[in-house]
T-cell receptor, first 113, second 109 residues
Framework: ETGVTQTPRHLVMGMTNKKSLKCEQH?????MYWYKQSAKKPLELMFV???????ENNSVPSRFSPECPNSSHLFLHLHTLQPEDSALYLC????????????FGSGTQLSVL | RKEVEQDPGPFNVPEGATVAFNCTYS??????FFWYRQDCRKEPKLLMS???SGNEDGRFTAQLNRASQYISLLIRDSKLSDSATYLC??????????FGDGTTLTVKP
């Protein structure tokens, strides 16, 4: 079993839909992250959770709503997205918030129509 | 100016070539440095950390110059399987990771 698993791998949604991305890590880490990777842009940090508490929200629009019920699970709830939100959404984990090495899931390729 | 800047690339090299990537960072408070590798349509994976003394892992050598705020990655004897995008990552002591745009390498037979 891989260290960080994300589902679904691909998602197509309309602008009025509500969907959720799921991430689970099996590494015993305490920090989890959501990143966005758009074409020809660097990875952008969206949210950080450390010991289930949100420690960073990088000015992300409210149509993206994270949830972290425990240190192993992270969700990203999506509603009323825009076409420009189409991107690869990557979940990552690290030992804790100050730890240096990030372990990424395989990502969800999201297309908003 | 971007916080982390990498060679724009792309780099197209023959098998067996030696290739070097450069990365500069603007935050002098940066504490730790990494190279990640990202294959097409896949997630980034840690390739190696970068230490002040320089470090080597097989065909890969990473160097850090704090005075010049510069990091490099050298790949010797390139293999077809080295084709990927290489991401420079710089961390502050608060744990903030900043990624470069990446440099794409294609190794050709």
């Amino acid at each position: 079993e891989t260290g960080v698993t994300q589902t679904p791998r691909h998602l197509v949604m309309g602008m009025t839909n509500k969907k959720s991305l799921k991430c689970e890590q099996h590494l015993g880490h305490n920090a989890m992250y959501w990143y966005k990777q758009s074409a020809k842009k660097p990875l952008e940090l969206m949210f950080v959770y450390n010991f289930k508490e949100q420690t960073e929200n990088n000015s992300v629009p409210s149509r993206f709503s994270p949830e972290c019920p425990n240190s192993s699970h992270l969700f990203l709830h999506l509603h009323t997205l825009q076409p420009e939100d189409s991107a690869l959404y990557l979940c990552a984990s690290s030992q804790d918030r100050t730890a240096e090495k990030l372990f990424f899931g395989s990502g969800t390729q999201l297309s908003v129509l | 100016r971007k916080e982390v800047e990498q060679d724009p690339g792309p780099f197209n090299v023959p098998e067996g070539a030696t290739v070097a990537f450069n990365c500069t960072y603007s935050n002098s408070a940066s504490q730790s440095f990494f190279w990640y590798r990202q294959d097409c349509r896949k997630e980034p994976k840690l390739l190696m950390s970068v230490y002040s003394s320089g470090n080597e892992d097989g065909r890969f050598t990473a160097q850090l110059n704090r005075a010049s705020q510069y990091i490099s990655l050298l790949i010797r004897d390139s293999k077809l399987s080295d084709s990927a995008t290489y991401l420079c990552v710089v961390n502050t002591n608060a744990g903030k990771s900043t990624f470069g745009d990446g440099t794409t390498l294609t190794v050709k037979p």
